[in-house]
């Protein structure tokens, strides 16, 4: 009988200590670590960035470890996902365009292989004065101190691609401020216009509009002279009434908004991510522009292309044909 029991006990202690350690196996598995660029803090594309990471957190659980970058902007997070230090990122159309060219400069980082993974929404570009200011359209930059954005934003990228598509090139003084310094700048008189590129609406400029008496000047006319000079990623957008509080619309510069990576991601990685993009909107939908995420336009990344994972995510969500 005691023998018995031995061998009972041996037994139970080798199955108990056999699924310890297939536990241990599992639990240690570290998660994939996912690093996504966003941007400015305040604005739009630092909102959207988080809201993916939360998406990412809901879908995969402890699978992924999913932190985000605070960043300068659109070439700031090209060099950021050239160098691997970002695994996502999010950038306006027309920088990714030319950096797949070799156009704009990253630091001298190697190239990359950019591949989009889902067209977001639409940057929209704000020139923004007080209230009272005399500037009414662009012509009345010259001689004027102006914020252009920061100095790897892709704001300023798009902002001098109209200076000099509208001739006006070298006209100001120009400060390389990002949105909060800029707006500071503004009120304290050392600037005396900005420009920012986010999406509808900003919500630090909407904020300082509730605080503080702002204008948007108009730019829609200078889009024909600026497809005609860099290409047709750029079209006419209108800022409307009361996006912020008390200012009125303006026609303007707009462009798409990207969703990126490279294709060195694992298509695993990039599958997973793009579906949990669409499979939670209530996460996705909290940032305004969000709530303009759809499946049927977030396959026109031209003119950069979509990453295969990407497509055949597409393709089975009957989206993409080919």
Same mark, same amino acid.
Request: with cysteine; charged share 20%; aromatic share 6%.
């Given at each position: 009988?005691?023998?018995?029991?031995?061998?009972?006990?041996?037994?139970?202690?080798?199955?108990?200590?056999?699924?310890?350690?297939?536990?241990?196996?599992?639990?240690?598995?570290?998660?994939?670590?996912?690093?996504?660029?966003?941007?400015?803090?305040?604005?739009?594309?630092?909102?959207?960035?988080?809201?993916?990471?939360?998406?990412?957190?809901?879908?995969?659980?402890?699978?992924?470890?999913?932190?985000?970058?605070?960043?300068?902007?659109?070439?700031?997070?090209?060099?950021?996902?050239?160098?691997?230090?970002?695994?996502?990122?999010?950038?306006?159309?027309?920088?990714?365009? /030319? !950096?797949?060219?070799?156009?704009? +400069? $990253?630091?001298?980082?190697?190239? =990359? #292989?950019?591949?989009?993974?889902? @067209? *977001?929404?639409?940057?929209?570009?704000?020139?923004?004065?007080?209230?009272?200011?005399?500037?009414?359209?662009?012509?009345?930059?010259?001689?004027?101190?102006?914020?252009?954005?920061?100095?790897?934003?892709?704001?300023?990228?798009?902002?001098?691609?109209?200076?000099?598509?509208?001739?006006?090139?070298?006209?100001?003084?120009?400060?390389?401020?990002?949105?909060?310094?800029?707006?500071?700048?503004?009120?304290?008189?050392?600037? /005396? !216009?900005?420009?920012?590129?986010? +999406? $509808?609406?900003?919500?630090?400029? =909407? #904020?300082?509009?509730?605080?503080? @008496? *702002?204008?948007?000047?108009?730019?829609?006319?200078?889009?024909?002279?600026?497809?005609?000079?860099?290409?047709?990623?750029?079209?006419?957008?209108?800022?409307?009434?009361?996006?912020?509080?008390?200012?009125?619309?303006?026609?303007?510069?707009?462009?798409?908004?990207?969703?990126?990576?490279?294709?060195?991601?694992?298509?695993?990685?990039?599958?997973?991510?793009?579906?949990?993009?669409?499979?939670?909107?209530?996460?996705?939908?909290?940032?305004?522009?969000?709530?303009?995420?759809?499946?049927?336009?977030?396959?026109?990344?031209?003119?950069?292309?979509?990453?295969?994972?990407?497509?055949?995510?597409?393709?089975?969500?009957?989206?993409?044909?080919?």
């Amino acid at each position: 009988m005691r023998a018995r029991r031995k061998a009972l006990i041996f037994a139970l202690t080798i199955l108990l200590l056999a699924a310890t350690t297939s536990g241990c196996g599992a639990d240690s598995t570290p998660p994939e670590r996912i690093v996504i660029a966003g941007g400015v803090d305040g604005g739009v594309y630092a909102r959207y960035a988080a809201a993916l990471s939360q998406a990412l957190t809901a879908a995969l659980g402890h699978r992924v470890q999913v932190s985000v970058l605070s960043t300068a902007g659109s070439v700031d997070n090209l060099r950021r996902l050239a160098a691997g230090e970002a695994t996502f990122a999010i950038c306006a159309a027309d920088a990714v365009a /030319d !950096a797949r060219l070799g156009d704009i +400069g $990253l630091n001298n980082t190697a190239p =990359a #292989d950019y591949r989009a993974v889902a @067209r *977001l929404y639409d940057d929209y570009i704000h020139l923004v004065v007080k209230a009272d200011s005399p500037i009414r359209d662009l012509a009345d930059l010259r001689g004027r101190r102006i914020a252009v954005g920061g100095s790897t934003s892709g704001t300023a990228f798009v902002v001098r691609r109209i200076l000099a598509a509208v001739g006006q090139s070298g006209q100001s003084t120009e400060s390389e401020l990002g949105l909060s310094e800029a707006l500071d700048a503004l009120d304290r008189g050392q600037v /005396d !216009a900005f420009f920012w590129s986010g +999406g $509808l609406p900003t919500g630090r400029l =909407a #904020d300082a509009a509730h605080a503080e @008496r *702002l204008r948007l000047v108009p730019l829609g006319d200078a889009v024909s002279d600026l497809r005609t000079e860099y290409g047709t990623v750029y079209h006419q957008g209108r800022i409307p009434a009361e996006t912020y509080a008390g200012v009125d619309g303006v026609d303007t510069v707009a462009f798409p908004d990207l969703l990126m990576t490279t294709s060195r991601t694992p298509d695993r990685v990039v599958r997973e991510t793009v579906a949990a993009l669409f499979a939670h909107p209530e996460v996705i939908g909290r940032v305004p522009t969000g709530q303009l995420l759809n499946r049927a336009e977030a396959i026109f990344t031209e003119p950069v292309p979509l990453h295969e994972a990407a497509l055949e995510y597409f393709r089975e969500e009957k989206i993409a044909t080919g």
